[in-house]
């Protein structure tokens, strides 16, 4: 069964700290992997997404990691800001499905 | 966002009655979603449309229905069936397949009273 495990479901961390969120999946064959995140009661946007053969991306502030052997990805967060307040999410895609995680609540505290 | 219309963002209705969320796009986009999302869950998929006048069913399609009878315009509606309709509900388009990647609309709050 195609799965996406996200971890911690919540994080509350002070203003200029760094953070990592977890993301563990079993989608099979896998073609990629995105990070989103959604502001509350809005769309999630997109931060980075990821290929098999590619195992970091940055974006800013944010950084991905991804090991397809083991199946999991990683979203670094540098400096958080009061504006990173926000649920990310993690989605991985099969050729012909797209599996979204419950998402991580982040609260970024000054 | 970018390109993705919903409307209206927040949605009462009485229980018993149908309803119709708009989404409309001017990305140009073949491919089409609707999703719900719920406190503590994924998004999950309700219905989705890869070329006008087709679509096909996804996760939880029951109690919904759509159409897709133009390109830019994918509309649901939450049907009387649907026993627990409350949620967010979230349009999505892509170029393609779902490998491609999804953009997201501003979502829309439905709230039965």
């Known amino acids: 069964k195609n799965q996406v495990e996200q971890s911690p479901q919540s994080l509350i961390i002070l203003e200029g700290k760094n953070c990592t969120l977890q993301?563990?999946?079993?989608?099979?064959?896998?073609?990629?992997l995105r990070w989103y995140k959604q502001d509350t009661g809005r769309g999630p946007v997109s931060l980075t997404i990821?290929?098999?053969?590619?195992n970091t991306k940055s974006n800013g502030r944010y950084t991905a990691t991804l090991d397809a052997d083991t199946k999991q990805s990683s979203l670094h967060i540098t400096a958080s800001q009061l504006s990173d307040s926000a649920s990310y999410i993690c989605v991985v895609s099969a050729p012909d499905d797209m599996r979204f995680g419950a998402g991580t609540r982040l609260t970024v505290k000054p | 966002d970018g390109g993705i219309t919903q409307s209206p963002k927040y949605l009462f209705r009485k229980e018993g009655q149908n309803v119709t969320l708009s989404c409309e796009q001017n990305?140009?986009?073949?491919?089409m979603y609707w999703y719900r999302q719920d406190p503590g869950q994924g998004l999950r998929l309700i219905y989705y449309?890869?070329?006008?006048?087709?679509?096909q069913k996804g996760d939880i399609a029951e109690g919904y229905s759509v159409s897709r009878e133009k390109k830019e315009s994918f509309p649901l509606t939450v049907t009387s069936a649907q026993k627990n309709p409350t949620a967010f509900y979230l349009c999505?388009?892509?170029?393609?397949?779902?490998?491609?990647?999804?953009?997201f609309g501003q979502g829309t709050r439905l709230t039965v009273v």
């Open positions: 990305l140009n986009h073949d491919a």
């Open positions: 990821m290929t098999f053969s590619e």
């Open positions: 449309s890869q070329i006008v006048n087709d679509f």
């Open positions: 999505a388009t892509s170029t393609g397949a779902m490998i491609t990647e999804a953009f």
């Open positions: 993301c563990n999946y079993t989608v099979s064959p896998f073609s990629n």
